[in-house]
């Protein structure tokens, strides 16, 4: 058995007005211009599901990797992903939004709630 890792926060909300519900057996689901973030908060581990490509999710997600913490910047709809615990190493994107600064607005195809489940478990 691993050692459990401490439960790092998510630190700010999500978006100007809306808040992050954690449901401990849903994954959160953040949609960057390019990618599907499923963070599973209670393994702290994500996985992304690419966009745009024309393979179901399973053959466009990447592995499940650990996480040390999400932090959410409410006002850039940016988003950090610690991916060791002494926040040295990160990744950063930003929320897919209404006329996203990040894209141009266009947004790459969405997945289905069959897809997103298929690429949860897989």
Sequence with gaps: MQPQRPRAPIVAPLGKDRGVEQTPDVPL???SCHSTWLFDT?????????KGL???ARNASTAWRPYFGLELDPYSESF??????EGTRLL???RHVEHCPQCGGEAT??????ELRAAALG
């Excluded at 209670?42 to 690419?50: A, Q, S, V």
């Excluded at 950090?80 to 615990?85: D, G, K, P, Q, S």
């Design 80 to 85: 950090v992903v610690m991916l060791n615990a």
């Design 109 to 114: 195809a969405e997945l289905s709630l069959d």
């Design 92 to 94: 950063r994107s930003w």
């Design 42 to 50: 209670t393994e702290m581990r994500f996985r992304r599901i690419l």
């Design 54 to 56: 024309s393979l179901d």
């Design 29 to 31: 689901v953040l949609e």
